[in-house]
């Protein structure tokens, strides 16, 4: 209902490279193209070691990784806070690597919002059309729409540092969306939330991300969070690209050892000579004919509820992780330092590249 | 922006640079060249004469000179550090409202916007034989005669030093020790310290940039000082800015400019080994 | 001891006694400085009081009104007129300069340290050295070039320090999200920086008036023709001095406390300006 | 610096008597809107007076301005070392100065400063002998201890670089005023007549004596007491040797280190505290010091010293840049300072005018006998701004203006060896 309200909004005539919901319908397939880039701060520190990144058109794009694995500075990068050091950054087929900021169609939210803090919400949000000099009634008109679309409208009036987390960051939100991004960039913009805030806000963007049809960039160190709202979800480590797909895919089939391990439930081990993965829900406690074992000892009973996680320490060297119905559990009840076996079927197994 | 941000930056920064090499660097040059010529009767001549470097490296007045300066200064720093630190521990950790630890900070801060003079004036009043606390201390029978060293005297030099230069350690060490955080205390509670150690083990360490900043601006304040110690000592006592100023007001360029260059050679080793504890530009940026 | 005790400690009590004693010390001169101002018409400089009266404050107003105070109201005029200058050059040349230093650059630490030298060296020196240099040069001493350049080697260093403070607690991707928005370097400064650090200027401005008013060591050299204040009141001391010198500390008192709390008060009457547009 | 000022002419050849009665009379005829070109002239002029507090007075100022028909401007330098400074870093920055003797042989060949004619010096006859010819009435030479009027009084010649001994033609300036310095004393405190030099190193007043802060005064009147205690022995106590200082020094030392001394005083006011506060009772003063510690209700005394007094005195001058119409002007306006208005005001603060006869008739008899005649005050003397310094009956510590600048022992000095004190003054004020 918002959306329309807004797509029918017309663009002021002055900015020419002004993104609209409906250029999203034009004829390219990615959104978004990293070619080749690298970010080096001197010789012997690279941040962003050549990666390449397509995201296709309308999705939502979480950068997930450890601290430190230069996913940040890839989202700085696309924004233009942060030059290139080699390489070329596309939007919508155009390139914008050297672009200053507003030419490149991005539009970044901050990880602290960096809401100005002498100016009331309204006035935050109608900042990017002052500084076009949009007359004074039709910015606030439009800077009030985007506020409703974020459900803000009530608190147009308040400075900042009245509103709470999550109040800032609808503002913070509807500021970054009033440029009509082709691209919106989130840097870790649900970390400084309560966790119960921190799933609203999730479908919130989510919901937001569907109204508009854009692309959303989302940085994010919670692998929960990137398997709850990405269409596709890159994984970064040491500033390479570990693996970049659809959620799904990466689960079930994770590339490599570190993917494997750091989007968790995943058993990593050598079976029959070979480095695979093994889901660990598709594991289970005790020897069983006709399936693969490996043995160890317990270390770690947690209770989860509808399940339980099991622990090894396996005598190959690798943990091992096993989950079992807690009705299993309870009529199994191992306990912490009892050896015992997991099993899994040899189709469970997913060959990881080296 | 076809500027690079290295040229903006130094565009920026060209008034200040300006200044400073016009105002500082080239006068200290100049000190530096007359410090060598000769000179009489309100003349500098253009010929090399080193006598004003002799007297002013190897007379035993340079000696003097400066033990009575440090003298001072150790005596000031010494009581307006225990001073500073005392207070600003009792404004970060006892004064519980913000307004309230302002408030005092500005009422410290609030009888220095009397011009200097006139402030200097206003210690006879007090000190003097027949001053307020003499006949205060005479009225309550604590002194049968009124004490003389309360005014031109050493006494009465470091007096006024304290009394000027107190805030200058108490800013800077209540700024560092308010950014400790409470926790840090809570956590050195727990570990079973007690208060005293808690800030001879904690708080004295982490509060070591505002007492370096401190110290600097004690330091060179006395160094520099050549007013409150001549009037406060009724002209009896000598110190290095003392020196500088007795030989300008006799038109002595040379030797003024040599003492001149010897104390800021004095003034910068000091500091610069200060800075060695405080790095001042990440201290002031936290 | 601080956070557990329900009472206070004992140490809070010795604490606040020498917080007394501190005021006490620091108070005692000026106080003795307002009391004698309003000596009678017969008293002298120092107590006991001979009666109570204004008189100092109307002979000092009189000006040349024939009781030899010397030249008070244009030594006043030509100290604020110097502050004037020198505080707005000041906040502009500390402000452009602290600009600069958000980012790295080659000579960052000449100037810097040119700052640390400018604030530590004894300003009888600096002022001695510039009074020498433009002597030298053959350039005139006037208060618009040596006086305004003396007092600036002393109120820079503390306005960039200030200005360190204040851009130092500036979040840096306030700016980044106005570029992000659109905004050229121009309206970044004009609608970001400025509004944000404005009481840090304020602070640059107001330190510099007050500097550049109480200035004397380098001033005295360099000032050119007339006395400033600071100089008026040494020269009083040469002659028959009269309670006028306190009238004379008083109204400065005075007048350095209104400036300080009129700036305080500005502040927090733009503070709650916008609180107030903010609650519609 | 020496090179003079190359303004355009203004009033070349025009005679000084001619255009200031066509000022005058333009003056007189300023109900008319027609332009008069000198008078818009002289009008535009400005003199700009630099002196210190006791000669740069805005009541003088206020009287010139009056009487003249060109600006006066004066500016009262907050020390001598500023307004020494401003003179020779930025002579054009003033027209006419007034300086203390002791700095008088800072000027000599330096060229800012430019001689005086006497035939434009209206009172040089009647000037007091001791600038005319270094003498006293009676004829009998002053003394040339130290730096007596004669010794910087004439230039050998117009363009001369040097000071000459006998008369000429040539003044350096206008001898403005002078006086004749001794101890103050506060005979309550001290309960006997004090009559010598000696008595301000006397062990028995140690700890309440002080002197002046600076080798032109301080180091004279140290001489004096150490002369007449015996303990040194001058050849010339005002122009000394390095050994002379030598011995000086260290005796004033062993003093100082002896608590001798309560304080060395730098300027009017600390001097007026010391002895009004009681915390000396013996030191160096000046006579309007004296006058207003005693305005205080303080008794406080300053008869002369049977070795004599310390002589000093004050010359005006006009700037080398001065010329034509405004150089015209700057000599009229010195003239007027001595023309007995202005005499008169300072005199009533305790200074000696050089022109007593000009004086004379802007005082009362009541002034002029007690400043001057060293008669008993008739009734009350005011000081210049009116209030009671005197009552009737005193008579001038010293008496008669004779009787004290008759007898001076030493003059403020500025010796050869000025650099060498000064550098064994800093020991002193470090022991």
Same mark, same amino acid.
């Given at each position: ?47 962003? !070691? ?10 939502? @794009? @979480? ?5 430190? @694995? ?160 990405? !269409? ?48 660990? !829900?598709? @594991? ?71 | ?23 500082? $660097? ?50 000031? $720093? ?47 009043? $007090? ?94 304040? +006395? ?49 610069? +080994? ?13 | ?149 003396? *007092? ?34 121009? *309206? ?93 | ?37 000198? #008078? ?23 009287? #010139? ?13 907050? %020390? ?14 003033? %027209? ?28 040089? %006859? ?30 050998? &010649? ?55 802060? &600076? ?42 280190? %002896?608590?001798?001394? /309560? ?32 305005? /205080? ?46 005499? #008169?005001?300072?005199?009533?603060? &305790? ?44 008579? /001038? ?32 004020? #470090?022991?």
């Amino acid at each position: 209902m918002h959306l329309k309200k807004i797509a029918e909004t017309p663009d002021a005539p002055t900015i020419p490279a002004q993104p609209t919901v409906r250029q999203a319908t034009k004829g390219h397939r990615f959104d978004v193209e990293l070619v080749a880039v690298t970010k080096r701060y001197s010789a012997t520190t690279t941040a962003v !070691d050549d990666i390449s990144l397509r995201i296709p058109r309308g999705s939502y @794009c @979480c950068l997930l990784g450890p601290s430190g @694995c230069g996913k940040s500075t890839t989202l700085r990068m696309l924004a233009g806070h942060e030059s290139v050091s080699e390489g070329a950054i596309l939007v919508q087929d155009v390139e914008i690597t050297t672009l200053p900021p507003i030419q490149r169609g991005t539009s970044m939210m901050f990880q602290d919002y960096a809401l100005f803090p002498h100016l009331t919400a309204l006035e935050n949000v109608a900042f990017s059309l002052k500084v076009r000099k949009v007359p004074k009634e039709e910015r606030l008109k439009r800077a009030r729409e985007y506020l409703e679309l974020v459900q803000m409208d009530n608190l147009a009036n308040r400075l900042p540092n009245q509103l709470s987390g999550g109040q800032q960051q609808r503002v913070a939100l509807a500021r970054s969306l009033i440029t009509r991004p082709k691209v919106l960039l989130l840097d870790e913009p649900l970390s400084a939330l309560d966790p119960f805030l921190r799933t609203r806000m999730r479908a919130e963007l989510k919901r937001i991300q569907k109204e508009l049809g854009i692309t959303f960039v989302h940085v994010t160190h919670s692998q929960e969070e990137a398997m709850a709202l990405s !269409d596709m979800m890159v994984v970064m480590n040491d500033a390479k690209i570990m693996q970049a797909a659809p959620a799904r895919e990466i689960f079930e089939t994770p590339e490599n050892a570190f993917v494997a391990k750091f989007i968790g439930g995943h058993n990593v081990l050598v079976s029959e000579g070979r480095a695979v993965s093994v889901r660990a !829900d598709r @594991c289970r406690i005790g020897a069983q004919p006709g399936m693969r074992t490996a043995k160890g000892e317990i270390t770690m009973i947690e209770y989860h509820g509808p399940f339980v996680q099991i622990s090894l320490a396996g005598d190959s060297g690798d943990d091992l992780t096993a989950v079992m119905s807690d009705a299993e559990y309870f009529a199994q009840e191992p306990r912490i330092g009892d050896r015992a076996a997991i099993s899994w079927e040899a189709s469970s197994e997913h060959e990881l590249v080296a | 922006m076809t500027v690079s941000p290295k040229v903006a930056s130094w565009l920026q920064v060209a008034p200040m640079a300006f200044v400073f090499t016009a105002m500082v $660097l080239i006068p200290l040059g100049i000190i530096f060249v007359v410090s060598f010529l000769d000179y009489n009767f309100a003349q500098v001549f253009p010929e090399i004469y080193m006598g004003s470097w002799q007297d002013a490296l190897y007379s035993r007045l340079t000696v003097d000179l400066y033990l009575t300066v440090f003298k001072f200064l150790l005596i000031t $720093l010494t009581i307006t550090f225990a001073i500073g630190f005392s207070l600003a521990y009792f404004l970060v950790f006892h004064v519980r409202s913000n307004g309230m630890r302002l408030a005092l900070l500005a009422a410290a801060a609030i009888p220095f916007w009397t011009p200097g003079p006139i402030r200097m004036v206003s210690w006879v009043p $007090l000190l003097g034989k027949e001053g307020l606390v003499n006949q205060a201390l005479l009225g309550l029978g604590l002194i049968d005669a009124p004490l003389d060293w309360l005014l031109y005297s050493q006494f009465a030099v470091v007096l006024a030093y304290i009394n000027l230069l107190t805030l200058a350690m108490l800013g800077p060490i209540t700024h560092s020790m308010a950014k400790i955080p409470r926790s840090l205390i809570q956590a050195a509670q727990d570990q079973g310290a007690s208060e005293w150690q808690i800030i001879r083990e904690v708080i004295l360490p982490l509060c070591k940039p505002g007492i370096a900043i401190g110290t600097i601006f004690i330091c060179t304040a +006395v160094l520099g000082d050549f007013f409150i110690v001549k009037i406060m000592s009724g002209g009896q006592t000598n110190t290095p800015a003392n020196a500088i100023a007795t030989e300008l007001a006799a038109f002595q360029y040379p030797p003024a400019a040599a003492k001149s260059v010897m104390l800021l050679v004095v003034v910068v080793i000091l500091v610069s +080994v200060l800075l060695r504890f405080v790095d001042i530009r990440k201290e002031l940026q936290r | 001891m601080m956070m557990t005790a329900r009472g206070r400690p004992l140490s809070f009590y010795v604490l606040a006694g020498l917080m007394a004693l501190l005021l006490i010390f620091l108070y005692a001169p000026m106080l003795c400085v307002y009391i004698l101002s309003f000596q009678g018409p017969d008293g002298g400089m120092s107590f006991p009081m001979v009666g109570w009266s204004f008189h100092w404050f109307e002979v000092l107003f009189e000006g040349t009104g024939g009781h030899g105070i010397g030249d008070v109201p244009n030594s006043f005029r030509r100290s604020v007129r110097l502050a004037a200058f020198v505080s707005v050059l000041s906040t502009v040349i500390a402000l452009s300069a602290g600009m600069a230093y958000r980012r790295k650059f080659p000579g960052s630490n000449f100037v810097f340290y040119s700052a640390i030298a400018a604030m530590v060296l004894p300003g009888i020196f600096i002022g001695f050295g510039i009074a020498l240099t433009f002597n030298l040069m053959g350039w005139t001493i006037n208060w618009w070039s040596s006086g305004i350049g003396a *007092q600036l080697t002393w109120s820079l260093p503390f306005g960039l320090l200030i200005m360190f403070i204040v851009l130092g607690r500036f979040n840096p991707a306030y700016e980044e999200a106005a570029t992000d928005l659109g905004a050229n370097a121009r *309206q970044r400064f004009q609608m970001i920086i400025l509004p944000i650090i404005l009481p840090g200027i304020v602070g640059i401005f107001v330190s510099s008036i007050t500097s550049s008013y109480e200035e004397n060591a380098r001033t005295q050299l360099n000032v050119g023709l007339g006395n400033t204040m600071p100089m008026e009141v040494t020269g009083l001391l040469t002659g028959s001095s009269t309670p006028v010198l306190f009238a004379i500390g008083t109204l400065t008192s005075l007048f350095m406390f209104a400036l300080i709390l009129g700036s305080v008060l500005l502040m927090g009457w733009m503070a709650r300006r916008r609180a107030a547009r903010s609650e519609l | 610096m020496t090179q003079t000022d190359k303004t355009k002419p203004k009033a070349g050849g025009l005679s000084r008597r001619s255009v200031l009665k066509s000022g005058a009379a333009a003056a007189a005829a300023s109900a008319f809107p027609a332009p008069m070109l000198w #008078a818009q002239n002289i009008k535009d002029i400005k003199i700009v007076h630099v002196g210190q507090s006791y000669s740069t007075i805005p009541n003088i100022a206020e009287k #010139a301005n009056e009487d003249l028909d060109f600006t006066v401007e004066m500016q009262t330098a907050p %020390d001598l070392t500023t307004q020494v400074n401003r003179m020779l870093s930025q002579p054009k920055s003033l %027209d006419v100065t007034d300086v203390g003797n002791t700095t008088l042989k800072y000027y000599v060949g330096r060229g800012f400063l430019q001689p005086l004619n006497v035939s434009e010096y209206k009172y040089w %006859d009647k000037t007091v002998p001791l600038f005319t010819s270094g003498t006293y009435p009676s004829g009998e030479k002053a003394s040339m201890q130290g730096y007596a009027p004669i010794k910087a009084q004439y230039y050998t &010649g117009p363009d001369a670089m040097e000071y000459s001994l006998e008369p000429t033609e040539w003044l350096v300036g206008m001898p403005l005023y002078y006086n004749a310095d001794t101890l103050g004393i506060r005979p309550d405190l001290i309960g006997r007549p004090i009559d010598s030099w000696a008595e301000l190193l006397n062990p028995e007043f140690s700890g309440k004596v002080a002197l002046q802060d &600076g080798t032109g005064v301080g180091v004279p009147d140290a001489a004096m007491a150490l002369e007449a205690m015996g303990d040194v022995s001058y050849v010339d106590k005002g122009n000394m040797t390095r050994e002379e200082i030598d011995k000086t020094i260290e005796k004033l030392i062993e003093y100082k280190r %002896d608590g001798h001394f /309560r304080s060395f005083w730098t300027n009017f006011d600390q001097s007026v505290q010391l002895m009004a506060s009681g915390e000396v009772v013996l030191q160096s003063m000046w006579s309007p010091a004296v006058t207003e510690v005693r305005t /205080r209700g303080v008794e406080c005394v300053y008869n002369g010293m049977k070795e004599g007094y310390r002589g000093w005195y004050i010359m005006m001058m006009p700037m080398a840049h001065l010329e034509g119409l405004k150089r015209e002007c700057a000599i009229e306006y010195m003239n007027w300072y001595n023309s007995g208005w202005a005499g #008169a005001f300072i005199s009533r603060q &305790g200074f000696y005018n050089s022109v007593p006869e000009n004086v004379k008739s802007h005082m009362t008899e009541n002034e002029y006998g007690y400043w001057y005649e060293g008669k008993p005050a008739t009734e009350a003397v005011l000081n210049p701004f009116g209030k009671v310094m005197e009552e009737a009956g005193v008579v /001038r510590d010293g008496g008669a203006l004779w009787d004290r600048m008759g007898n001076i022992g030493i003059w403020n000095t500025l010796m050869d060896e000025d650099r060498y004190l000064v550098r064994r003054w800093q020991d002193f004020l #470090a022991a």
